[in-house]
Nanobody, 114 residues
Framework: VQLQASGGGLVQPGGSLNLSCTVS????????IGWYRQAPGKQRELVAA???????NYGDSMSGRCTVSRERAKNTVDLQMNSLKPEDTAVYYC?????????WGQGTLVTVSS
């Protein structure tokens, strides 16, 4: 299983950014793909996740400012982030949870700065 994250970069405060995660390989059809983030000196935290059935779960960090969506046929999960703040600066990681396993992508850096 491999997870490829893309879409990070530099954005001004108040701006928007879309992150995309593509999962490849073979894995059980019942699973959860999510986005986590880790800022310097802080613990990794959930941003948003979506199950293979389409149910979503959002963490507190960006509640109301992001939307997670999943294209089942392509095993792609997008994270649309709006009204970004400097405190949203972090490395964003894609994660797949399936059965008792957890797989991580390499992370993509999001920097919110003027």
């Amino acid at each position: 299983v491999q997870l490829q994250a893309s879409g990070g970069g530099l954005v001004q405060p108040g701006g928007s950014l879309n992150l995309s995660c593509t999962v490849s390989g073979s894995f059980f059809r019942i699973n959860v793909i999510g986005w986590y983030r880790q800022a310097p000196g802080k613990q990794r935290e959930l941003v948003a996740a979506v199950t293979s059935g389409g149910s979503t779960n959002y963490g507190d960090s960006m509640s109301g400012r992001c939307t997670v969506s999943r294209e089942r046929a392509k095993n792609t999960v997008d994270l649309q982030m709006n009204s970004l703040k400097p405190e949203d600066t972090a490395v964003y990681y894609c994660n797949l949870k399936v059965l008792c396993n957890s797989f991580w992508g390499q992370g993509t850096l999001v920097t919110v700065s003027s």
